[in-house]
């Protein structure tokens, strides 16, 4: 569905080439279909208008915040903000609205949610498509500012929608026949069918599938992008406008948790992460799909502990479903552990072969001068190009902290604090950020942590003894978990962030199961000691700390491992020819990231004392945060850990001075996105040319 | 290569639908009130508590022949709340009891579920949908109370530590509000850090160490903190504080909080530091994780056509050093005589929320709250 359908109606495409286009959005449709006979089916009654009225307004929200983001997608970004603008105009909305006047004016109250929306987009589309910088890190800062932002407008859930809104949004457009929720949906289908035909569509697809050949083919890569991110941002006003229908009143942390699930509906509607494959026909399906799955669950009274692991397994199962074909990872990987069976039974594998030495003879190399290394700052300038601002960050954070509240600097104290809070950051940098070097996303982090914490107090339960096993049980958890990922990713084809998406929800399940919702046990006396006692006059756990940067620069830049892992980061076909055993390697590099997450998972027992659910929710945008600031490629190939250990300490140190203050806590979400902002300001990346 | 995923695709959906079909017929059950419970996110020790109360008040026998219960959870999306409401109304409940994520994004389907005749039960946060009932207690009283205590007990002066709740809502910012109010009634109490503690006690330990990075614990005099009593006791010890200079800390209602008020010398079973009697000077409140419970009790008599009041106010659970009380068993009769803190024995988990008495509900005492497991 890309350059060709393009061309309007008239271009003649084969059934079978439209139906491969499709394929994604087609099969969204089928399992919405189905969905929806299961909710006939196992509901009370048969569904009738009203039923279909009030599903349709369920789903109506995330589906049109959906669309926007999947815009983004399909041009290869990433909006983190997208919540967080729906939240902002429910509240810019919700304040106000004046209670006694008469009536409110429907569409100007749309056009002005739409036009906060577009607003946040050109901010978004401005620092990306203009200062070329990265979409995950620019749209995290925005959302950071923007919930700030939220809280100043409205400081808790209130104010007042006209119920004019109410009764327009959720109303009828044909009485009887067609919902509001779904003509509203369908207009802004039909409008992105139309843009979908002109230029800009096809450009937009262009851009999503390889930005150096769109701009070799005269495309402005650059107005694309920015217009992408404004129209995105129409979207998320309008979904803004419809939940504040919905709802008749404001609440700052509405728009929140439509993040993830968005990303879900983008997923299941067959639109490929990383851009150019897809789009918002099937997010629309896709994320009714999700919101019917609430309904089943209910009628089928699923106990409330097994709802994430269900979610998780469908969302697997909705991606491999969209993906079975011959082409499909699965298959050729099937295929291909058949044609080696067959070779080991005819015996002509290459281990089972002669082994002759067959290598080509070359002249021994003639001795020519020795080579005479770069010195030190010309050999590392790429990497202190990218590591430098974070330091450089930290260092006005700490003067900014002595000035303002005083004892920092020749406070040991001080010191200390600041690198035993950055630990478990730092443990999670060298997990997430190998991962984002090889181009993937770990999105299990949370609840690994929860859950290896959860485990490990339960097992230990105040007993030095206990730990002995407790330990290496916990961690090799981690590394099974991070085996499943991995073999999920390489061997059946789906795509990190779904992967691990779905395996963190299972991974929920697993944790309220094993704890019974209240999780037992306690941090043992040693391991409480490493974490908070002293040895002389630091916290044990900082120099564990010094060693384990010292082993993570060594694993990534000096080691076989740590190459193959840029190199698959590079490009992972390149790498496939020049001999990387890239499914080994993948699958290695994702058992990584759960062991440091199984270490943080022990390490922040040990720090509180005991385990709770949902301990490790604080972990994950930071984790990428912490990555991305450190001067890292968000797709890959480029970065050094000093560079997120840089990114580490520095957020940390911007925490403790925040904290140190009595600042609200709106101003200090502020100021927290415009520093991460600034910080990756001088990380942008120079105009290719 | 569409067709073959097709017919998988189809094939799966109709194992689901095979296995929905038993389950919608085995769920039918006679002359019970269908009645669901919607719960907010279950990752955090209030929440399973609560619902632990809700399932035992619904298996108790005065109760197990009229209710049929069915709990789904919601998470933190009020979105999806709404969605979940309205897929319990479809499918045909009588009332609903609801943990709102929100007060005010619930109100329309809250309505429309009153207008299908459906009773709908709010604990422990308000709806502000008029037809809605709401049980919960007074948050500002909360907050005035235990500010008003901290004041009295720092003789109006001195420098002082608070840790928020979820900022955003209403909650937090009723108490946050009152507190504030009291303090600033008083010109020699300064708040020297102020931090957002998100009613957890992992999130307290690292905000107070963020707060003490730059100050010692000698310049802070009292601390006034929604979650994180427990784990500041803790930090002061480590820190090589003796229990008798603990600094006066008002806050949750945690069990190890409770046990930490507790004499010294009080013998206790299964104590181990920081989880013991250390004579904390503390004022302990919280939301009690009863009010769910009653909230079904109360659907129950609305169903039976009783007379219920839309606003149940509960009494607010304070607990000070000099009225906290060891529980042997933790039975009601126990509760009922005066006893609010249980042996670490019996309760293993220090976060465990300890305000579990009513007057109100005999049905449940410390088994409720632990295994769900109503009184005789």
Known sequence: MS????????????????????????????????????????????????????LSSGGATSAIAAMGQTLV??????????????????????????????????????????GIGMTVGAFNGFFIAWLRMQPIVVTLSTMFILQGVTLLV??????????????????????????????VIGVVLLMWLWLKGSRFGTALYAVGSDPDSAAAVGVSVVMVRFLIYVIAGGCYGLAGVFISAQTGSGDPLVGNPLLLSMFAAVVVGGTRLGGGQGGPTGTVFGAYILMMVVNILLALNVSAYYSTIAEGTILILAVLAGSISRGSVLAVKLRAARSQFAAWRAGTLPAQLERVDRRMRIAPPTPSRPVTAPPLHVRYAETLRYALPAYICLVVIVIVTQLWLGRAILNPGYWNSLLVLSSFLAVLALGQGTVILTGGLDLSVPWTIGLCGIILAGMVNGSDVALAYALPTVLVMGLSIGFANGAGIVYLGISPIVMTLATNGILQGFALLYSQGTPAGFSSPMLRWFMTGRLAGVTPVVPFMLAFVAVAVLVLGRTPFGRRVYGIGNGVRAAQLSGIRVERTLILVYMLSSLCAAVVGVMLTGFSGQASLGMGDDYLLPSIAVVVVGGTLITGGRGHYLGMLGGVLLLTALQMLLAGTTLPYATRAILYGLVVLAAVMALRERRVQ | MGIVSIARRIALMAGLVASAACAGSAAEAADKYKIYLSMSFIGNDWQAEAANMVKAMAAHKSMADKVDLQVQVAGPNAQRQIQQINAMVQAGAKAIVIFPISPTALNQVVKNACDKGVKVFAYDAEITEPCAYNIHIDQEEAGRVTAEWLVKKLDGKGNIVILTGVPGTSVDDQRTKAAKAVFAKYPNIKIVGEAVGMWSQAVARTELSKILATRSWDDVDGLWLQVGC??????????????????????????????QMLPESTKVEGASPPYAPLG???????SPPYSGALALKLAVQALEGKDVPKLTILPLPVVTSETVKLCEEGTWEEMKAGCNAFNPALVSNPGWFASIFSEQTPEIGLNAALVGQPEN
């Open chain 1, 3 to 54: 350059l060709v359908s393009a061309r309007g109606p008239k271009a003649t495409v084969p059934l079978a080439r439209w139906l491969a286009r499709n394929r994604g959005a087609l099969i969204a449709a089928i399992v919405f279909a189905l969905s929806l006979g299961v909710v006939d089916w196992v509901g009370a009654g048969p569904l009738t208008y009203f039923d279909v009225s009030f």
């Open chain 1, 73 to 114: 997608v399909l041009s290869g970004g990433f909006d983190l903000s997208a919540g967080a603008v729906v939240s902002l105009v429910n509240v810019a909305l919700a304040s106000s609205m004046d209670p006694l006047a008469p009536g409110a004016n429907v569409v100007l109250w749309t056009l002005a949610g739409i």
């Open chain 1, 154 to 183: 409205m400081d808790k859930p209130g104010g007042f929608v006209s119920p004019d809104l109410g009764s327009f949004y959720l109303g009828d457009a044909v009485p009887n026949l067609v919902p509001m929720p779904l003509a």
């Open chain 2, 230 to 259: 427990f784990t500041a006791n803790a930090m002061q010890l480590e820190a090589g504080k003796k229990p008798n200079e603990l600094k006066p800390c008002a806050g949750e209602g945690a069990n190890g909080g409770r046990i």
């Open chain 2, 280 to 286: 904390a000077p503390r004022i302990s409140y919280a």
